[in-house]
């Protein structure tokens, strides 16, 4: 493995050990959630397990509480605390191009070949990947700073036909906000904008009351 190669992989290493995630002794948490779905609102509760399943309570519309649950698992499963080597041990890493932003390309090949991501201050700014036959690009313009990593706060995705390049979904744009509770940064708000048959459409996820479950007795 040549010194570049290496170098470019330490440099992904630091940026990817540099997220916010939940360590091993997450407990799962409750929640209240309020729901806004364009102009339709629902009120229910939340429950985030220790084994980042996810479920929803007393949202008796089944496409709203499927939509609850989607975005609690997305964010939940996000937070899992996966090793370097589990995650990229067999991908091999190259420099790309550095844009005018002074983000740094990173290239992939072994496993992950074809993919790229690019970073800038010690974060992941940039992903573009190749996930369940589409590619999605995902541009992340802000984040939360925490004393143990950074959260996502302002991003938007884009979804591809990876053999035609057609345009799979549209630009959908994202602002998530989160508290601390018990020690754990906890998603409180999710916001998504997106465009559907020319009209903007707007979900808005709200987690209040937000408690964390006591932790098995051993």
Sequence with gaps: MSA???EARELFRTAYENRYTW?????G?????????N??????????????????FNIEDEQAAAQVKSQLWETSIHRVRRSFEQV??????SYGNTDESGAVEILMGGKSEGDRYKLRDNEVCHVHRHIHGVVV???????HKTEEGYLSHRYDSIYHDPKTG????GKTDFEDNYEQVGGYYILTSRVITSEENEEKATKEFGFSNVKLLQPAMV
Aim: glycine share 6%; aromatic share 12%.
């Design 166 to 169: 057609e345009l799979k979904a």
């Design 23 to 27: 360590d091993g002794n997450f407990p």
């Design 137 to 143: 690009t995902i541009d992340t313009f802000s984040s």
């Design 4 to 6: 570049t190669t290496l």
């Design 39 to 56: 102009d339709r609102t629902f009120n229910g509760q939340v429950r985030v397990n220790q084994d980042m399943s996810t479920e929803v």
């Design 29 to 37: 948490y409750t929640a209240d959630v309020t729901f806004k779905d």
């Design 88 to 93: 990229h041990g067999q991908n091999i890493f």
